[in-house]
């Protein structure tokens, strides 16, 4: 069954234009575009979302607040004729959340964006730094926007709050059951 | 990362770790763990997700019958959700070491374990409602047990699964309540989808304790919190006042209040049977297979054309 074995793709999920994209899991996919549309099938069958990066995991480069004390550095040199060139980082901040996008930095290799990373994105405490090519990232365009996020708006149903149970199980309890009306 | 087996406890970094979990702090995955520690997660992780994939069946099957088109567009999302809850957990069990395509492989071989209470048929709409209720509600109480367990990612997918399980659960009590305050048929339907669906589901949450040789371990590392009776004895009482108070029996002669400890007693369990199901010999576990075999084979040209275009246009896969 080898040919499902596809590259797996991290995906970053916006939820609002005012917050940061963060890492909501991964898919498969033979290639972006496609981890585009899983990842919208996967992670947005619900509202809000208003942006998707898909990123493959394997151009991802991190480092832990571990590695880093010990100062074991990925081996990650640069690609041969490779130039300086912008890098998104995404950290982890705390242990029980999930990694976000927390700014931008350049470098010759990731290793070295590892670096600027930590020197230049000031958050505390980062327990995971993870950075990746910008130019490897696929994200939503805007105008994709209704047709990728629309479907999830107009679909009530699928919240909880959309089923009065409760308060239908209270009525019946309290009409029918060993509390006689008015007692 | 590989440990020699049956030896965790003779390694130094052990100490650590469960100190590392008696302080709620989440285990990731490039953290050291014990071997036995990423085992155990591995196969309560894949029957999981395996549960959510084979789960769509016994419900896939009345898409084409809903009753009307809103029960229709319900039952799609649902579906729909367990199929996104399968891949949530594929994605948690892979960050420990498995691919997909093993898991995968393993389920369509018939060599993985998942959910008994799937092997049932659905022998009409009322048990849509019942699967909704009893199913359902037995699996979030697992599921918020779960999403408080030590390891990030299972915990990170249990609290998105729980919060789309809610809508699960109530879109299927509405349906209970409606049935049972409706036509003498309808509840005299839901009434047999409750005998049908009691004793499945109280099985679901798996032996007794003292038949569950894996729980102090999964309770000593905090991926279990509680164990599978005081889970299921959560179910029971949070269910039997509710079903009577639908005017519904509950197939069970036995069932008591045990006032002097505040809980609904149940009778016994035939564990024959659902020793039985789990081993391959329930009522449906050929036919779940089977359907789950042609869906991937029938996919197989999907996946081809998927490939192709990828390679045309240099995507990821291109030679």
């Not at chain 1, 979302?49 to 995991?57: D, E, I």
């Not at chain 2, 093993?102 to 659905?122: D, H, Q, R």
Request: hydrophobic fraction near 35%; proline fraction near 8%; aromatic fraction near 8%.
């Amino acid at each position: 069954m080898s040919d499902t074995q596809w590259p797996r793709y991290q995906v970053f999920h916006q939820a609002r234009p005012d917050r940061p994209h963060l890492n909501a899991g991964s898919v498969h996919a033979p290639d972006p575009e496609l981890a585009l549309l899983n990842a919208r099938d996967v992670f947005v069958r619900r509202p809000p979302c208003v942006s998707l990066w898909v990123v493959q995991a394997a151009d991802i480069t991190g480092l832990t607040a571990e590695e880093l004390a010990a100062g074991q550095w990925p081996e990650r040199p640069a690609e041969p004729g490779r130039a300086e060139e912008p890098y998104l980082v995404f950290i982890k901040r705390e242990a029980r959340g999930t990694h976000e996008h927390c700014g931008e930095v350049q470098g010759s290799s990731p290793q070295q964006a590892l670096q600027r990373a930590v020197r230049e994105v000031k958050v505390s405490p980062a327990l995971v730094y993870w950075v990746c090519p910008k130019r490897s990232v696929l994200a939503s365009e805007p105008d994709q926007g209704p047709s990728l996020f629309g479907p999830a708006q107009d679909k009530p149903y699928r919240d909880q709050a959309f089923y009065h149970t409760d308060s239908l199980m209270r009525d019946i309890r309290r009409n029918d059951g060993q509390e006689p009306e008015g007692s | 990362m590989a440990e020699p087996k049956n030896a965790p406890a003779a390694d130094p970094r052990l100490p650590a770790f469960e100190q590392r979990i008696g302080r709620g702090e989440k285990i990731e995955p490039g953290d050291w763990m014990p071997e036995e520690y990423r085992q155990q997660l591995i196969r309560m992780i894949s029957q999981h997700a395996h549960s959510e994939v084979v789960g769509m069946l016994p419900e896939g099957a009345w898409i084409t019958r809903a009753p009307s088109l809103r029960r229709k567009l319900v039952l799609l999302a649902k579906v729909q959700d367990e199929a996104g809850h399968g891949q949530y957990l594929y994605h948690a069990a892979e960050t420990l070491g498995i691919s997909r395509e093993e898991m995968l492989e393993a389920l369509l071989a018939g060599k993985a374990k998942y959910s008994s209470v799937f092997n049932y048929p659905t022998l009409n709409w009322a048990d849509i409602g019942i699967i909704g209720w009893f199913v359902d509600g037995a699996a979030i109480l697992n599921q918020t047990m779960l999403a408080r367990c030590s390891y990030g990612p299972y915990s990170r997918a249990m609290i998105r699964i729980s919060a789309e399980e809610s809508f699960h659960h109530k879109q299927g009590k509405e349906q209970v309540i409606l049935y049972a305050r409706g036509t003498a048929l309808q509840r005299r339907m839901v009434q047999e989808a409750v005998e049908r669906w009691w004793w499945p589901t109280l099985m679901m949450f798996g032996p007794h304790d003292q038949a569950s040789p894996n729980t102090p371990t999964l309770v000593r590392w905090g991926i279990k919190t509680k164990t599978n009776d005081e889970l299921r004895q959560v179910f029971v009482n949070q269910t039997v006042p509710e079903i009577h108070a639908l005017g519904l029996r509950l197939p069970d002669p036995e069932l008591r209040f045990e006032s002097s400890v505040g809980n609904w007693i149940h009778g016994p369990i035939d564990w024959d049977e659902f020793w039985r199901v789990v081993k391959g010999d329930g009522p449906c576990n050929a036919e779940r297979l089977a359907t789950r075999r042609a869906a991937h084979e029938q996919g197989q040209w999907v996946r081809e054309a998927l490939l192709a275009y990828s390679r045309r246009s240099g995507g990821a896969m291109a030679a």
